[in-house]
């Protein structure tokens, strides 16, 4: 069974950072490639950003391009996200999902990240 | 690529007929696909290739269109399938979703 586990959110001010983590487990996470999409509250849903399955190719959304920065580790089947200098805006259910070659199919629960003073 | 979806909300009922409209502001093939996602839950893959039906979604659903006009349509509309949809082009980065069309009683 493909599992996704997002996990890292939580209350943050503005300005700071945070590292989410997706642990995946029931498949080949090296041959995959990754993507982190959030959705604020009461929103529709943002792509931000994806990753090549071995972590040489990457792109954002303009919207977090230069603040946040994301990973891989093929070793431990996780994706991460570390989001810095973050905003109120910021504030979102971050999904991870695997990219197949018909779309987004596997997606984990989410991740809730506030930010607020 | 921005795209749009109308209606932004529709009200329905069980047995209806159900279409839900989205537009690419450029040609983007057929790279579009259809997501279904119900509160406080993940988004759900329905169609990719916009007309191509994802394993284990029900018959009901289909969806056409290429270039820059895209339809999902429900048949028979069942109590499951109120929901938001969204429309997502993978045609180029970055991927862009449409802003979602609530179906709702």
């Known amino acids: 069974e493909v599992r996704l586990v997002e996990s890292g959110g939580g209350l943050v001010q503005p300005g700071g950072t945070l590292r989410l983590s997706c642990d995946t487990s029931?498949?080949?996470?090296?041959?995959?490639?990754m993507n982190w999409i959030r959705q604020a509250p009461g929103k529709g849903l943002e792509w931000i950003s994806h990753?090549?399955?071995?972590?040489?190719?990457?792109y954002y959304a303009d919207s977090v391009l230069g603040r946040f920065s994301i990973s891989r580790d093929n070793a431990k089947n996780s994706l991460f996200l570390q989001m810095d200098s973050l905003r109120v805006e910021d504030t979102a259910v971050y999904f991870c999902?695997?990219?197949?070659?018909?779309?987004?199919?596997?997606w984990g629960h989410g991740t809730l990240v506030s930010v607020s003073s | 690529i921005q795209m749009t979806q109308s209606p932004s909300s529709l009200s329905a009922s069980v047995g209806d007929r159900v279409t839900i409209t989205c537009r690419a502001s450029?040609?983007?093939?057929?790279?579009l696909g259809w997501y279904q996602q119900k509160p406080g839950e993940a988004p759900k893959l329905l169609i990719y290739?916009?007309?191509s039906l994802q394993s284990g979604v029900p018959s009901r659903f289909s969806g056409s269109g290429s270039g820059t006009d895209f339809t999902l349509t429900i048949n028979s509309l069942q109590p499951e399938d109120f929901a938001t949809y969204y429309c997502?082009?993978?045609?180029?980065?970055?991927?862009?979703f449409g802003p979602g069309t609530r179906v709702e009683f």
């Open positions: 999902a695997r990219l197949d070659i018909n779309g987004l199919q596997y």
């Open positions: 029931g498949f080949i996470f090296s041959t995959y490639s």
């Open positions: 990753i090549g399955s071995r972590g040489t190719t990457t």
């Open positions: 450029q040609a983007i093939r057929n790279d």
């Open positions: 290739a916009a007309s």
């Open positions: 997502l082009q993978d045609y180029n980065y970055p991927p862009t």
